[in-house]
């Protein structure tokens, strides 16, 4: 124990003779450590570990589980006490820079904005200049929540992002009428390990190219689905009170976010 | 040259080509973003370190529980549970030196859970042994002071002979680094009793340190 001026402090309750014996106390704790280790060693020769065996195939993923929500929690607080506050103060800054330079939209607390870029290809007769450049007109802005991969980069003036529902390979966004409130429609990504279901029962099916991808268009009263894949995700996409061609620049519009 | 986006259809003026290429987040959560980047290095270094030491937790909470399973699960979570708030600390200890904190840090979880639970090391008489009085060296023994010399390896290799009751003593005090009041209320004695059982199981173990050096010589 030191002092602010780094001279050692002897702790009230510790005498010199204490504190001598506890630095034999640190030799013997390593020297029984070495014992204890030194036993297990043997333990695993003999093969009498059953019972530790036993003890921890009931005990690792519960313990395991504990390290990682203990530090899931640290980080959320260490964001929350410490990186946030200073966070807000550069991103005072940033927002007050970016109102006065212009140009790029600042998103409400509630959704991230993701930038779209474009490659400008300059070619000059000794060299190609090559630069990526913001296209403002294509960036658009996601829910907060969203834990997809993808997401649509068009969503009808009429409607708006509403509930997000983010679970491991299933995430789902409604999409909801901006002058009723009601629930218009909803955007899914799917990975191999979810299962989806869509009713099709006395519903038209006919097959579509989303993009450079397969899938189909269900349509059933006023409503309309699309469900297809690329490879590594699955969507599905249900709109009612818009038309098809709607429906299918939606989620050609669809981009990979992460 | 133009190239149209099968995605959308715009095109442009300016030789590019459109890569849907995403730069990252901006606007206000740009930091945010960055900052939200998981940081596993702790997780996985503390994850490493149970799959790692796990059978000397399991066997130090035996020594403590071993009738109990339930109890040797919640000192080995528990013990984890504050291995991970030491994490920083854990990480600056010196490789070779890991075990013994981890050993540690369960005796510790052990001894607070025995001390909870009110359940007392009453399988040993902690009272000062009126033979014991008699045979500790007087102030007078004056060779001995003079002339003896016991090191720490002394001790060390002195401490098997002990008996159960004064090793715990001593592990209580210069291990665990328990308060005396803390010693009485493990072993189920009062204060003043347990600093003289302390004492005496320190000077019986140099006694013995010293007895045993002294044949040692004489040989």
Request: hydrophobic share 40%; net charge negative.
């Amino acid at each position: 124990m030191m002092t602010d001026k780094g001279k050692p402090v002897i702790p009230e309750d510790r005498s010199l003779e204490d504190r001598a014996y506890d630095l034999f106390g640190e030799m013997l704790l390593q020297r029984e450590t070495a014992a204890a280790l030194a036993g297990i060693e043997a333990e695993k020769a003999r093969g009498d570990t059953a019972e530790m065996d036993a003890f921890f195939a009931k005990q690792d993923v519960k313990n395991l589980q504990r390290i990682q929500r203990h530090f899931r929690r640290h980080r959320a607080r260490v964001f929350f006490r410490q990186t946030l506050p200073r966070v807000g103060q550069i991103a005072a800054v940033i927002i007050a820079v970016v109102a006065v330079a212009g140009g790029v939209a600042i998103a409400t607390s509630h959704t991230l904005r993701v930038q779209v870029m474009q490659l400008l290809v300059n070619i000059e007769e000794e060299y190609t200049e090559l630069k990526l450049q913001e296209d403002p007109a294509a960036s658009f802005d996601i829910p907060a929540e969203w834990g997809g991969e993808n997401y649509p980069s068009f969503i009808p003036d009429d409607l708006v992002a509403g509930m997000v529902f983010s679970y491991p390979d299933n995430n789902s966004v409604e999409l909801i009428d901006k002058r009723t409130g009601a629930v218009r429609g909803e955007f899914s990504e799917y990975g191999a390990d979810t299962e989806a279901n869509i009713d099709t029962e006395d519903a038209v099916q006919e097959p579509v190219t989303i993009g450079l991808n397969n899938g189909f268009l269900v349509k059933k009263e006023t409503r309309v689905s699309l469900y297809w894949g690329d490879g590594r995700k699955y969507f599905v996409l249900t709109i009612s009170d818009h038309d098809e061609s709607t429906a299918i620049r939606i989620a050609e519009s669809v981009l990979r976010i992460k | 040259m133009r190239v149209a986006n099968p995605f959308r259809s715009v095109e442009y003026s300016m030789q590019n080509f459109d890569m849907n290429q995403i730069m990252g987040l901006s606007g206000t959560m740009l930091p945010l973003s960055i900052l939200l980047i998981e940081n596993d290095e702790d997780r996985q270094f503390l994850t490493e370190q149970y799959l790692q030491y796990r059978p000397l937790m399991y066997k130090i909470a035996s020594q403590f529980f071993s009738d109990n399973f339930a109890e040797m699960e919640d000192a080995v979570s528990s013990a984890v549970e504050r291995l991970c708030k030491k994490c920083e600390t854990l990480k600056q200890v010196e490789c070779n030196k890991r075990a013994s904190y981890i050993v540690s840090t369960v005796r510790n979880v052990c001894l607070s859970r025995l001390r909870e639970i009110g359940r007392q090391r009453r399988n040993r008489d902690y009272t000062p042994d009126a033979d014991v009085v008699d045979s500790i060296p007087s102030p007078e023994d004056v060779q001995g002071i003079v002339f003896d010399r016991v090191f720490a390896s002394d001790l060390l290799d002195t401490f098997p002979e002990l008996s159960e009751k004064d090793k715990d003593l001593i592990r209580f005090r210069h291990i665990d680094l328990l308060g005396y009041d803390v010693i009485a209320q493990q072993v189920g004695i009062t204060e003043i009793a347990a600093r003289t059982a302390v004492s005496r199981a320190k000077s019986k173990l140099e006694r013995l340190a010293m007895n045993k050096k002294r044949v040692e010589n004489d040989d």
